[in-house]
């Protein structure tokens, strides 16, 4: 993730080809594609941009997936897209990820647009931390680029930027943040280290990295859940998610909730597409569904087993921090809340009370209004029902954030969830 034109599919592009994922004739295919029409140092993100409006423009609208693997482990890539309008599918792929990789732009001046207010560095990292990314690999690209030629002053000046940010932001540069210089293009420092070009960096190179980093445990023994990101119709209806808890296998019998729709899982497919007979929390799988039609499903809904099904609501408290927001903020207020692949239109129909940040400790007055910096728990109704979980009790399915006007306007969680008729 990062601001457009970081080079994020460039670099995801490079990632496939340098472990074998995209074959030379390909890519050959690509740059000549490229060349005609006039794009030639793009042709490696169209390994990712495989929409032709996406090629035209060169830039990524939905969260680009591919599928990679080293000697180690398997990956999945979620090439988010950067430009402020896709927002909400930025959403959707953070919400999917492990580990988030922030791709930016060493190049002069393209670095500060994507850093000031309204460029997209500063809102990327807020949702991943609220989509649940807690550590980050910050790629500064482009080194190659003829402003920067590798230049450590250029380096050490991104960094002094950052870190007091991404401190703001809830990560612990020390141990939450690992930086590397790095060039997506031609590929320094991705799966090798290049020394001569960059003789003062020591660290290990970007997939050196990503396999010694140990994953987040797996609660793979709890209730299943998997919230559904996208479905379509082929032979059937399936649908694709990530599990957030739990284990499934072929022909389970799970609940679609809200509807309380049973269903059978007839078939599971990996991310290479092959058939598997069972996967376990963790795992982006697609599976096709039997007796439930396409047109029943919207994404958000999410399956689950029948003896103990993920809770439904239209009523919720949650804690609230508000991000960005001019005016202040009262009862009544209207916004679109997004959780997990969700998105449901909401009122704050009461604020109960405010959180000094300091201490932590709640007012016994409910405040009449907030305003940006504070945080708050409110009262949360949504137009239709949600399946949501308290934050203590599964994150995944707890965290969100409010936007409003195509901003990100505040980040919560999931603090108790009431019963319709309360």
Same mark, same amino acid.
């Given at each position: ?5 970081? @080079? ?102 393209? *670095? ?52 007091? *940010? ?115 929390? @963790? ?85 009449? *209004? ?20 308290? *934050? ?31």
């Amino acid at each position: 993730m990062g601001h457009v034109d970081a @080079g994020k599919s460039t670099m995801g592009g490079n990632i496939l080809y340098l472990t074998g994922m995209v074959d030379k004739r390909t890519l050959e295919k690509y740059e000549k594609e490229a060349k005609d029409a006039g794009r030639e140092s793009w042709y490696l993100s169209w390994a990712l941009d495989t929409n032709t409006e996406e090629r035209a423009k060169g830039k990524t609208v939905e969260t680009g997936r591919a599928y990679f693997e080293t000697d180690k482990r398997r990956y999945t890539i979620l090439d988010a897209p950067g430009h402020k309008n896709f927002v909400p599918s930025m959403i959707q792929g953070a919400s999917q990820a492990d580990i988030g990789v922030l791709v930016i732009s060493a190049r002069k001046g393209e *670095f500060e647009t994507g850093f000031e207010r309204g460029g997209q560095t500063r809102e990327h990292t807020m949702l991943a931390k609220t989509s649940g990314i807690n550590k980050m690999i910050v790629a500064v690209n482009k080194m190659d680029d003829p402003t920067v030629e590798w230049d450590k002053s250029r380096y050490d000046e991104i960094l002094t930027k950052l870190t007091p *940010f991404l401190k703001q932001t809830g990560f612990n540069p020390k141990t939450d943040i690992h930086f590397m210089p790095l060039s997506g293009f031609t590929g320094a420092n991705i799966k090798e280290c290049d020394r001569k070009a960059c003789p003062w960096y020591d660290g290990p190179s970007l997939l050196d990295y990503l396999d010694e980093y140990k994953t987040a445990d797996r609660k793979l023994n709890a209730p299943l859940m998997i919230p559904i990101s996208e479905k379509y119709k082929d032979m059937g209806t399936i649908v694709v998610g990530k599990i957030e808890a739990g284990h499934i296998k072929k022909g389970q019998q799970v609940m679609i909730m809200p509807n309380k729709q049973m269903t059978e899982v007839s078939a599971i497919y990996n991310e290479t597409e092959e058939e598997i007979e069972h996967a376990v929390c @963790g795992d982006n799988i697609r599976m096709r569904l039997k007796g439930v039609e396409e047109d029943e499903i919207t994404p958000g809904f999410v399956l689950c087993s029948k003896k103990a099904p993920v809770r439904t609501t239209t009523v919720f408290d949650a804690q609230l921090a508000i991000l960005d927001h001019k005016n202040i903020i009262c009862a009544g207020y209207t916004a679109v809340l997004h959780i997990h692949a969700a998105a449901e239109e909401i009122t704050l129909s009461a604020l109960l009370h405010l959180i000094d940040r300091k201490t932590g400790k709640k007012t016994k007055r409910p405040p009449q *209004f907030v305003k940006q910096g504070q945080k708050v728990i409110a009262r949360i109704e949504t137009a239709g029902p949600i399946c949501i979980e308290t *934050f203590d009790k599964l994150p995944q399915l707890g965290r969100f954030t409010l936007r409003d006007e195509g901003k990100t306007v505040a980040i919560g969680k999931v603090t108790k969830i009431l019963d319709n008729s309360e």
